[in-house]
């Protein structure tokens, strides 16, 4: 079984950064696609950002982009998001997700990830 841990959520002000990080449990890191979707409350899940397996491709929701940065070390199993000029509508539970493909037209769905992360609280005050 897979099993993904987020850390690194928290409060900061408007205009801050905060870093997540996503550990994941299996020896095979590098052969999944890594994403990170939020959820706020009241509201549906939505596609934050994604990684191919070595790092070759990103993509971003438009609401991030320029401002988050998706990474990955395969060797530590772990997948980042660099969080910056942060904005109390950027607050919600971030999830980090796992799959096995990468496919362009999919990689924004949260019903294309079987494996997912518990969440971690992200708080934005203005």
């Known amino acids: 079984q897979v099993q993904l841990v987020e850390s690194g959520g928290g409060s900061v002000e408007a205009g801050g950064s905060l870093s997540l990080s996503c550990v994941v449990s299996d020896s095979t890191f590098s052969n999944y696609v890594m994403a990170w979707f939020r959820q706020a409350p009241g509201k549906e899940r939505e596609f934050v950002a994604a990684?191919?397996?070595?790092?070759?491709?990103?993509f971003y929701a438009d609401s991030v982009k320029d401002r988050f940065t998706i990474s990955r070390d395969n060797a530590k199993n772990t997948v980042y998001l660099q969080m910056n000029s942060l904005k109390p509508e950027d607050t919600a539970v971030y999830y980090c997700?796992?799959?096995?493909?990468?496919?362009?037209?999919?990689?924004?769905?949260?019903?294309?990830?079987?494996?997912w992360g518990q969440g971690t609280q992200v708080t934005v005050s203005s």
């Open positions: 990684i191919s397996k070595r790092s070759g491709s990103t």
């Open positions: 997700a796992a799959d096995l493909s990468w496919k362009i037209t999919t990689i924004t769905s949260q019903y294309a990830y079987p494996y």
